[in-house]
């Protein structure tokens, strides 16, 4: 069993930067692929980026490549979602989510067995 829990959304002016952290309990986070999704209001939830057990490979939505950075710290058992050059379309709720059951950096949230409650980014024009 893995619990996610997410932190360092908040309110941000375009062209700003936040960083999101997902803390993880268990002894086996660093087995598991990491990706963080969003969920705009009346969306749905989209993949954003995804980070492999090693943190050897990345993958990322096209909508945020080259702005954000997914990466993670096994020792810590966190990963984390650099976003630089927030637009007011990346205002969402964003969801840290984990998977026992692919390996590298998959894309699609019905792999994800676990995921966290959501921290809000908010990014005004």
């Known amino acids: 069993q893995v619990q996610l829990l997410e932190s360092g959304g908040g309110l941000v002016q375009a062209g700003g930067s936040l960083r999101l952290s997902c803390a993880a309990s268990?002894?086996?986070?660093?087995?598991?692929?990491m990706g963080w999704f969003r969920q705009a209001p009346g969306k749905e939830r989209e993949f954003v980026a995804a980070?492999?057990?090693?943190?050897?490979?990345?993958a990322y939505a096209d909508s945020v490549k080259g702005r954000f950075t997914i990466s993670r710290d096994n020792a810590k058992n966190t990963v984390y979602l650099q976003m630089n050059s927030l637009k007011p379309e990346d205002t969402a709720v964003y969801y840290c989510?984990?998977?026992?059951?692919?390996?590298?950096?998959?894309?699609?949230?019905?792999?994800?067995?676990?995921w966290g409650q959501g921290t809000q980014v908010t990014v005004s024009s």
């Open positions: 989510a984990a998977s026992s059951v692919v390996a590298g950096t998959p894309l699609r949230p019905n792999v994800y067995n676990y």
């Open positions: 268990g002894r086996t986070f660093s087995s598991y692929a």
């Open positions: 980070i492999s057990w090693s943190g050897g490979s990345t």
